[in-house]
């Protein structure tokens, strides 16, 4: 058994700025929830058990820790009011959602990768997404990130040769290098190469050498570097909270929460609110397909 888990939220983002606009004849902005709803019908003509995990409010918890953490603003209105519609959307297909408030969906994700993976009747783990913050979920060829667009599948192996540090080290790596994606900076001078360098010889912040010379690495400006990681340990190691995903408490019990069974009787009406009704065809033809 695989199990699939959907970066929703970066699935209505990609959409929305993908396809042109499509409004109703209510005047209602669909296009985007259109199109992250074919594309789910698209993996459930091979996925089994399926997840969704969206930022139904783009804040949470982190934006109390660091104040430039990413927000809502500047983002389009007619993209923010398609979140709830997505969320009821492939609810109402019968698609397991959950619509983070406190967390975000990167946590609900990483939640549900720990919950599958330690489950022995599961294969395979595939996070649909290509964010690099879910790469610290990736295990062995068991947890991997997929990346649709793409059709490009990360594994232990593929994270240390795109980033230079295992799965593992990821939130440290962002926290030197920053994440201008989510809003933190990382340290001056601390880039990708030296960053990866260090840590794949020490692992974690914590465990860098406070002297450069201690480091026996071939690292320019070694010095300047430690010195700079010696003045903001703390504020390195706030990033790398920020950078880390929360799994408790668990999104699922278990997997078998996940196996999708086909829609539910108000489908068909959202199908239609979002002139869409040829999905709800789809959807029942993929789960006669499996009955």
């Known amino acids: 058994m695989k199990v699939h888990l959907v970066d929703g939220t970066y699935e209505l983002f990609r959409h929305f700025f993908a396809l042109p606009s499509h409004r109703t004849a209510a005047g209602e902005e669909v296009a985007a929830t259109r199109g992250v709803l074919g594309s789910v019908l698209g993996l459930l003509g091979e996925a089994t058990h399926i997840g969704v995990a969206t930022d139904h409010v783009i804040e949470s918890w982190r934006n109390e820790r660091w104040p430039g953490y990413k927000t809502g603003a500047g983002v389009d209105p007619s993209l923010v009011a398609q979140f709830p519609l997505l969320e009821d959307v492939l609810s109402a297909l019968g698609v397991v959602v959950w619509p983070m408030v406190e967390w975000e969906a990167d946590d ?142 668990p999104v699922i019990a278990g997997v078998a929460e996940l196996r999708w069974e086909g829609p539910e009787s108000g489908f068909g009406a959202l199908c239609e609110r979002i002139d869409a009704p040829e999905m709800l065809q789809r959807a029942e033809r993929l789960a006669a397909a499996r009955a």
Not at 155 to 162: E, L, N, P, S, V
């Open 108 to 249: 609900a994700l990483a939640s549900a990768a720990k919950v599958a993976a330690a489950d022995p009747v599961v294969d395979q783990v595939l996070i649909c997404t290509p964010d690099k913050d879910l790469g610290q979920c990736v295990t062995g060829t068991r947890v991997v990130q997929l990346d649709r667009r793409r059709r490009q599948v990360l594994d232990a192996d593929g994270i240390r040769a795109k980033f230079g540090v295992d799965p593992k080290s990821i939130p440290d790596y962002l926290a030197l290098v920053g994440d201008s994606a989510d809003g933190f900076p990382g340290l001056p001078g601390w880039g990708a190469k030296s960053s990866a360098t260090v840590l794949a010889r020490f692992g974690t912040l914590e465990e860098i050498p406070a002297r450069g010379q201690d480091w026996h690495l071939n690292v320019r400006n070694a010095g300047v570097l430690a010195a700079t990681l010696a003045e903001r340990r703390d504020l390195a190691l706030l990033f790398k909270e920020l950078a880390t995903l929360v799994t408790d408490p």
